[in-house]
């Protein structure tokens, strides 16, 4: 292969979302045919949507990026030349949207290398702190204005007060990295990305607080992220970078079973101590007494994420950014119906608008709604898309930040279905102790049941409405304090859907099984056999009807006709056997 000598550095994207591309692949073709060149694994740069990508770094100070490489050797060829043939350009709409942070050295460095992360301003802003006096550190914090990211956004820096005004022999500071909402993908890719920066913001939050033993509490199918801590946490030990105001911080990794519960904080304790993931009242706060009894601390990985650069810049620059009640950039894991999933970072105050449509890349055409917080969040309709993101606004719209997944919404969606869909999530992970999330959430769950199967009666949406509001009100932890949210949301600004479905019932957009058929047109149809062929119960017959009573609704007979002969229909519009 002819390799261009203007180029210094080979950079792949290697974190999950790359790996699932097929990244491993194009390394190994990668290591094969430029051998000679430096060749650094960096993390995740945000447009997962386009990987595996290679960025070429050149002799000039520039850089070539290339997405959606190949694994195989004339694509490599074509990067080694520096062709032309598939070149990124990252969307300058979305370049002047965000405001990169917390992920400024996202996809920059090696994840794995503690001398990139210091040639690149890591660890001094640990060594700034150092050299201020705790109270003083905890002051910046509060004014800063930083709040919580891992969804209840509580003034992060009056947390540190509680936890630096208590004395005890032993004060434990832990890391929420128990992200559990579907969709989310923030605090992976951060530990995945960026560990040291993450690591960092820990040792100076127990600098401050006078923490004297770290866990980072991490699910455990975050394989990768979990890697990549170790080797960040043995890199510092190397360093003696533990070694906080004369005494030697431990830091210690657990890995979690993967129970969404234990994303709140005195659930996470008690699985930290052996126990099952239950929540307790409060108070006594975690502060007051946490893992073992001792003063214990919890921020999640976003929130010690942004503590780097906060110390580095200083209170006055980072609270120069936002809101006036939310300060700061927001990371935001974009999935759904969009053009460009991946992970953003804009500052607060920032329009879901601008958000979907400008760096999402949402047709505004097709979309309905987005869903933020996670399963418990609120959908909010595209015509309060000129809302500004920060906690207030979202919340006085029935919807929350929550840690920061974002779920764009088609107008192919069924928003009942979508109700019951996070529904079903969130009642299953209840841990049970509380009755009205146990028995709430399950009897609203069995009523969407009903209703998306042509069953419901109109009572149903009174009884929604009403027991929402109660599950909130009697749940002990924000699982059940926000599980009702997508359903009220959804009936607060998508009634006549479920109207339609008790009175009529009728799916507006043919999206839920029990209320639609499949329906072959003969005149379409060129008999090419793949819907027989690919039909798992046998419901397509030699003479191309489809029987409806057989019919699983899988839609796999419409995603292989060739000429769209197939399609759903109202109930009872379709063909069926007696």
């Known amino acids: 292969m002819t390799i261009s000598d203007k180029i210094r550095k080979i950079k792949i994207g290697m974190a999950s979302c790359g790996i699932a591309a097929g990244a491993d692949g194009v390394l190994a073709v990668l290591k094969e ?12 740069f945000g447009h997962c949507y386009c990987e595996p990508v290679v960025e070429i770094e050149t002799v000039d100070g520039g850089s070539v990026l290339y997405s959606r490489v190949k694994p195989a050797p004339e694509s490599i060829a074509n990067i080694l030349a520096l062709g032309k043939a598939g070149r990124f350009q990252i969307n300058p709409v ?25 040639e690149n301003g890591g660890y ?20 800063s204005g930083l709040r919580g990211r891992g969804g209840g956004g509580f003034p992060t820096g009056m947390k540190w007060g509680f936890m630096a005004a208590k004395t005890a022999e032993q004060k434990i500071l832990i890391c929420n990295a128990d992200e559990g909402d579907p969709g989310a993908f923030m605090d992976r890719s951060l530990m995945e990305s960026v560990p040291h920066q993450v690591l960092e913001g820990m040792l100076i939050a127990a600098y401050a607080t006078g923490s004297t033993r770290i866990f980072i509490y991490c699910r455990a199918e975050y394989p990768l992220a979990i890697k990549h801590l170790y080797i960040a946490i043995g890199q510092i030990k190397q360093h003696k970078l533990n070694l906080i105001a ?3 911080i431990d830091i210690v990794v657990k890995e ?10 005195t659930a996470l304790i008690h699985s930290l101590e052996g126990k099952r993931g239950t929540p307790r009242f409060r108070p006594p706060f975690p502060t007051d007494s946490g893992w073992q009894g001792c003063p214990t601390m919890i921020n999640n990985v976003e929130t010690f994420g942004n503590i780097p650069y906060l110390i ?44 979907v449509f400008d760096i999402g890349g949402a047709d505004p055409a097709a979309t309905k709604a987005v869903q933020t917080g996670g399963p418990s969040g609120g959908c909010i309709p595209v015509e309060k898309f000129d809302t500004p993101v920060d906690y207030d606004s979202l919340k006085a719209l029935g919807a929350i930040m929550g840690s920061g997944g974002m779920i764009v919404i088609g107008k192919n969606r069924c928003m009942v279905e979508t109700a019951r869909y996070f529904l079903d999530f969130t009642h299953r992970e209840s841990c049970g102790k509380c009755t009205f999330c146990r028995v709430g959430t399950k009897r609203m769950f ?42 009220l949301a959804t009936l607060r600004y998508y009634r006549h859907e479920y109207e339609n479905h008790v009175n009529n019932r009728q799916c507006d957009v043919l999206a839920c099984d029990k209320l639609v058929d499949i329906k072959l047109d003969p005149a379409k149809c060129v008999k090419c056999r793949l819907c027989i062929k690919n039909c798992p119960v046998d419901a397509v017959s030699e003479d191309f009807i489809i029987d409806n009573n057989k019919c699983t609704r899988c839609n796999t007979c419409i995603e292989v006709c060739p000429k769209d002969a197939i399609c759903r229909v109202k109930k009872g519009e379709g063909f069926y056997r007696e």
Not at 33 to 42: E, T
């Open 312 to 355: 580095a810049e200083g209170a006055a620059s980072y609270a120069a950014v936002g809101t006036a009640t939310s300060k700061g950039t927001k990371l935001f894991a974009l999935a759904g119906d969009l053009a460009h999933p991946g992970l953003v970072e804009v500052p607060m105050g920032i329009t879901l608008r601008e958000i």
């Open 256 to 265: 979690g079973a993967g129970a969404f519960v234990c994303g709140e904080e």
């Open 94 to 118: 979305r370049q002047a949207k965000e405001l990169l942070k917390v992920t400024r050295l996202a996809g920059v460095i090696d994840p794995t290398s503690y001398e990139e992360y210091v």
């Open 246 to 248: 004369g005494r030697e």
């Open 33 to 44: 045919h430029a051998d000679k060149i430096p060749i650094d694994q960096v993390g995740c």
């Open 446 to 487: 069995e009523t969407l049941e009903r209703i998306t199967a042509g069953a419901g009666v109109p009572e149903d949406l009174d009884f929604l409405a009403g027991m929402g509001p109660k599950v909130i009100k009697a749940s002990l932890c924000g699982l059940g304090q926000t599980a009702p949210n997508p359903v």
């Open 124 to 143: 001094a802003a640990l060594a700034k702190a150092l050299a201020m006096t705790p109270a003083e550190v905890v002051d910046e914090v509060k004014k």
